[in-house]
């Protein structure tokens, strides 16, 4: 992929000819959940004329459009990839459907399309993709962040869509974006940044960040440039060495100084005298070489690695199929590919019996919504080791009949392959495999059978959802013990004629006091027959109820 996005970015080869459909347009047909069922309209999909933003439009209905910057569109994804056509596998062809993901990462837009054949779903995948990878290679993610919002901005105060702000526009932005200035410090400004001589006063695009670089001004910056200067306002490549050197304490030659001019400074003219403005001041002080955390800890791990997993604390996520509450929010596919992206080392599977044999996860006893654990572990398949190459764990919490834990046990043979680990632990070793050495694997977190058992047995059933609705029902009764109490108190100190004063009434209040210990009694001896075939896939990692510290120490 990173050759075909060089040849894109050269403009030449084969990248051009994906990406040369998205600047003369490309039509595919855009789904959507209708009140009467799936909605099906055709889209025009076309490159902006400056190449930074993908638009999309009907071809019968001009005015029914949407838009994204480049920037924005975080993955291109083939085939029942997400939620949405995760529930339409009966009905679509798999090699024409295409999602993209946009906005927020947290929570992403989808549109999800379905091309006319399979070789136009990979030509359209291929060539955004391309974009995707050139646009991500001139600016830095700050920069282009915050032109992002500036664009956003600039259209929001635009209210004629003239392509210009007039003063009043641009004020009425100001107090948007809470900026505290006069109207006579913001008309000054507002002159400096318009450049047009003749003809009606009013800020294209490129004149509105240059007047939103002036207001952003920092006071303490300018001044430090002013010192560091001389007073010209202007760094040459041996004041910039000492002030890396002397201030920021860095180890920096005068060569490297002129090659952070090349790259920060952005006017031409101080470029070419090999000087630094404040613009390229200020961008130097903000990039990932001035920040205070070291940037080579993001793309690189540099722990040692090579110790027992049990040494490490792991990146874990609880619940992780929900989108919000636990007990009527949706659950999601997507839910486990973003932590996944983020670098998350175990997820978590609450699985239930589904329709037709095939097992489900959702948050047991709640409305929360339900999705197919295959589609789970094809997510987890794909986004596993994308991020990270140290082992997955998927901690599940199996409610599930024998049959359908077999079933969970094929398809995670079926799907992960060799990338499962299924070894039995060297009973001479003392120790548990390293990270290191546990790379690209996925691991089981179950219960697992004594080695006597022959077939199936029975081992503890913990439900988390069981376990919080009975929480509840146990602090109810115990609230209402208290109540009782108070009124059996109150009946001792004013004797009725119908009920002695011999305490009898705790009798005819129909409450058992024990019932908070009964029910705890109860939970603990539930149990679950666990499935030889699922069992056998736990290795290293078995879920185990916590005794306590003693007890932990000494197994």
Known sequence: MADKADEARRGGGQGD??????RMGTVATLLREGKLGLKKNDRKFILSKDEKELQWWS??????????????????????????????????????????????????????????????????????????????AGVSKCEEMQDLWLKE???????????????????????????????KQAKKLFQEADTNDGGEQGLDFEEFKMFYRKLSMRDELYCLLQSLSGGDGFLEAESLQKFLTNEQKMEV??????????????NATCKEKKILSYEGFERLLLSPKLAAFNYEHVSSVYQDMARPLSHYYIASSHNTYLTGDQLKSNSSVEAYIRPLKLGCRCVELDCWDGPDGNPII?????????????????????????????????????????????TMATIMKDIFGDKLDVEDPDQEKTHLPSPEELKGKVLVKNKKLSEEAEGEGWVSDEDEGEEMSGTIRAKRRSSDTRKLSNV?????????????????????????????????????????????????????????????????LQN
């Open 153 to 183: 901005m600039f259209e929001a105060a635009d209210k004629n869509n003239g392509g210009t702000l007039s003063f009043d526009e641009t004020l009425g932005l100001l107090n948007r974006i809470n900026a505290s200035l006069s109207s």
């Open 362 to 406: 959702y948050h047991g006893h709640t409305l929360t919504s339900k999705i197919r654990f295959a589609d789970v572990i094809r997510a987890i398949n794909i986004y596993g080791f994308q991020t990270s190459d140290y082992p997955v764990i998927l901690s599940i919490e199996n409610h599930c009949s024998l049959e359908q834990q077999a």
């Open 17 to 22: 000819r994906f990406t040369a459909l998205f």
């Open 488 to 552: 059996a108190s109150t009946s001792r100190q004013t004797p009725s004629p119908e009920i002695g004063n011999d305490g009898a009434e705790d009798a005819d209040t129909g409450f058992d006091p024990d019932s908070v210990d009964a029910w705890k009694s109860k939970t603990e001896k539930h149990k679950l027959k666990l499935a030889k075939e699922l069992s056998r896939l736990v290795t290293y990692v078995q879920a185990v109820s916590f005794k306590g510290f003693e007890d932990s």
């Open 253 to 266: 030659t005068e060569a490297e100084c002129l090659d952070m001019i090349e790259e920060f400074e952005l």
């Open 59 to 136: 071809p019968v209905r001009p005015e029914m459009k949407g838009h994204t910057p480049l920037a924005n569109i975080l993955e291109v994804r083939l085939g029942f990839q997400t939620d949405f056509f995760n529930k339409l596998q009966n009905e679509l062809d798999e090699s024409v459907c295409i999602s993209i993901i946009y906005g927020r990462p947290h929570q992403p837009d989808i549109l999800s399309l379905l091309a006319f054949t399979s070789r136009q779903a990979e030509q359209f995948a291929t060539g955004l993709r391309l974009l995707m990878d050139s646009s991500e």
